[in-house]
């Protein structure tokens, strides 16, 4: 079966089929030439994929994104990051990453991030002279601290599938993904130094304090969300729907750019964005459970170990394997299927289980920016209206600083493992 599964799966990749039908029909065809399996454990295993509590937050964080949105507060939080930043050389590149930063830690997704950030400064950008395909790029990388500053939507689906505490998976995000914005940030400086991008006048201790009053309800979200957590007010998905109000008091009730005639839209589009998330998710299950019927995990894991059973070596492996597999696999897809896989490979040479998400999670979302299918470089060049083959210039500095960051974290553990080990004892 297996031999007809890569078949499958490569065709309807090639022939452009989205991830989402790709994993479900190959799926379906290899069930359907073993005959010896029942086509009902489709259903079944697809529902039992979804059937998770975690992943309740899934929906919520992404209505919170569309929230943040259509009611100001990423305006504001974009606005009060070029008062603090806008005097640096290439101050909207700075802005753009710091601003990303703040909205990670809000919605946890990096699309939601590249499209709500981009659809602003992308513009702003390109009116303040800066090259399209530099203001494409610097927006997809900075997207990228999405999925790794908390919350993650990315660390609740491995938490659920490796049935691991969300919120430590959550804490160990936060070094690297600040140690990432910093990355970005100091190769975003040099590309404007060289280039000569420009830079506005230091604003005054009154402008700072008038953006701090205007912003701090939307600065103050993040705080209210991972502090809720930790203080044990609440667990990481009713954080989710904490923060889904407190956006929609804040944008209708305080800032009041929010209509209600705009519901309708709003909550249309968090249906269909999470809809296809979902959907990658059951249809994710199914193909996984083929694998594991298959005894993949098993073969997976013997290949690994005849190479090496020191945990570092591994790492390296893994982190090789992942990088590649980014380049051509949707971020969910990849953690569903693999993580049943490498994830008790991991646990076996004794790598700790929450440092290893962390690393598989940091892996993938740097596939979002890895040509040619990363999904923030497609969302990028669209805002800025440029071709994959300029943003795919662009992209190499901020990749290359990514990778780095990635086995800095991977081979210095307690980078990712330091917080979690200090709040969740």
């Known amino acids: 079966m297996l031999w007809v599964l890569g078949i499958s799966f490569v065709t309807f990749l090639v022939l452009g089929i989205p991830i989402a039908f790709v994993l479900g029909l190959t799926s379906f065809v290899a069930l359907l030439y073993s005959g010896s399996v029942p086509l009902l454990i489709m259903p079944k295993e697809m529902f039992s994929g979804t059937d998770s509590f975690p ?102 689906i491995f938490g659920a599938i490796a049935e691991l505490s969300v919120g430590a998976l959550f804490l160990a995000g936060v070094i690297p993904g600040v140690m990432v914005g910093l990355s970005l940030m100091a190769v975003a400086y040099v590309i404007s130094r060289k280039r000569g991008y420009p830079k506005e006048k230091r604003k005054s201790l009154r402008d700072f304090l008038l953006g701090l009053k205007d912003a701090f309800l939307a600065l103050l979200m993040p705080a209210i969300i991972m502090g809720g957590i930790l203080g044990g007010v609440f667990t990481p998905t009713e954080a989710a729907v904490v923060a889904v109000v407190y956006a929609f008091v804040v944008s209708f009730f305080i800032y009041r750019e929010m209509r209600w005639k705009d519901l309708p839209k709003i909550l249309i589009d968090s249906v269909v964005t999470t809809s296809i998330l979902m959907l990658v998710i059951a249809n994710s299950a199914i193909f996984g459970w083929i694998l594991a019927n298959e005894k993949v995990p098993q073969a997976v894991a013997q290949i690994f170990l005849s190479l090496s059973t020191n945990k570092w070596v591994i790492l390296l492996l893994i982190n090789l394997f992942l990088l590649f597999v980014g380049t051509f696999m949707e971020t969910t897809a990849s953690l569903i299927i693999l993580t049943p896989i490498l994830f008790p490979l991991a646990v076996k040479v004794g790598i700790d289980p929450i440092h290893f998400g962390l690393v598989m999670v940091l892996n993938l979302v740097i596939g979002l920016i890895t040509p040619p299918l990363g999904v923030c470089l497609f969302i990028a060049c669209s805002i800025a209206k440029i071709t994959l083959e300029e943003i795919t210039r662009a992209i ?30």
């Open 55 to 156: 992943l309740l937050a899934v929906p919520f964080f992404m209505l919170a994104g569309n929230l943040m949105n259509a009611g100001g507060i990423t305006k504001r939080l974009v606005y009060f990051c070029n008062i603090l930043l806008g005097y640096v050389r290439g101050g909207l590149a700075m802005v753009n990453i710091v601003a990303s930063m703040f909205f990670a830690g809000i919605t946890g997704a990096a699309a939601a991030d590249a499209s709500a950030i981009g659809s602003i400064l992308i513009p702003a950008m390109t009116r303040e002279k800066y090259d399209r395909d530099f203001s494409a790029a610097v927006t997809a990388a900075a997207s990228t601290m999405g999925p790794i500053i908390p919350p993650s939507i990315p660390m609740i």
């Open 396 to 425: 190499l500095p901020f990749l290359i600083a990514a990778i780095a960051v990635l086995f800095i974290v991977t081979y210095i553990p307690d980078l990712s493992l330091w917080i979690p080990r200090m709040f969740m004892k």
